[in-house]
């Protein structure tokens, strides 16, 4: 009988003899060969990616039940590692050969998955001042330019990203980091809006007419009316007078101030 470790060829002496005990003696060359493949079970495997978004396939994880009936298998794997670039399925071929060249091979589809969510960062001491429509309209990249993912700079967005005059001072802002497997992370800023515009004050430079009674009370809705702020005018430093009749023909002097609630 003959094992692996006879594989080659080798000399096997014969000796016969019959019942009278005449002998013969010859030899032959006997080859020993192995043409049988290696055993496998090819099975279909998912590769995760990490944080530089790099998998890694190995062996073990698409092919088991692996046996050869006489010394080592070599393995090749047409493809061992995988980028953000493969996500999705990738067909794979597996080539199996022993020491003596006996080979079979098979195909498989390996699923790139990308599990990571991104990192959603959020900036700190953003402002935003209103314009002169009372609007202030917020970047993302403003507040989360930073934010990383292992594949893809991630998609940014906001809960809110338009401010107006009922909305000056801090405002909470919900910053959401979304890469294209659908993982997201998200992270909350505080934004500070302001108003930096004063307001217009426009005075009135006209006749004042007089009453019935010959009086006319000078207000601030008279000299000042057309007075305006980007969001409103909340307080006003004047004080009304009161013509009549004595002014008649005379040309007065007034002045005012506007704020507004900044």
Not at 110 to 137: E, K, M, Q, R, Y
Request: glycine share 8%; proline share 2%.
């Amino acid at each position: 009988s003959f094992d692996c470790s006879d594989i080659g060829t080798m000399v096997v002496n014969r000796f016969l003899a019959d019942s009278s005990s005449n002998g013969a003696t010859c030899s032959v060359n006997v080859t020993i060969e192995d043409t049988t493949a290696p055993v496998f079970t090819c099975v279909d495997a998912d590769v995760y990616l990490d944080s530089l978004g790099i998998g890694l396939l190995s062996v073990n994880d698409v092919v088991t039940g692996l046996s050869d009936n006489c010394g080592t298998v070599n393995t090749v794997i047409s493809q061992d590692t995988f980028g953000c670039g493969d996500l999705g399925t990738i067909p794979v071929d597996i080539f199996l050969s022993d020491s003596l060249g006996n080979a079979d091979s098979c195909s498989v589809t390996v699923t790139v998955i990308d599990s990571l969510a991104p990192v959603a960062i959020c900036s700190t001491g953003v402002v935003l001042n209103l314009d002169s429509a009372g609007i202030a309209v917020l970047d993302v990249m403003d507040i989360g330019d930073a934010s990383t993912d292992n594949c893809d700079v991630p998609l940014l967005s906001v809960d809110i990203d338009t401010f107006d005059c009922g909305l000056i001072g801090l405002q909470t802002v919900n910053l959401t980091a979304t890469d294209r497997s659908g993982n997201a992370d998200s992270c909350t800023a505080q934004v500070r809006v302001q108003d930096t515009i004063a307001p217009m004050a426009v005075c009135y430079s006209g006749p004042v007419y007089l009453d019935s009674l010959g009086m006319a009370d000078v207000d601030f809705a008279t000299v000042g009316a057309a007075s305006s702020d980007n969001c409103s005018i909340d307080s006003v430093d004047y004080s009304s007078f009161v013509v009549d009749c004595s002014d008649l023909g005379d040309t007065l002097g007034y002045s005012f101030v506007v704020y507004d609630a900044s």
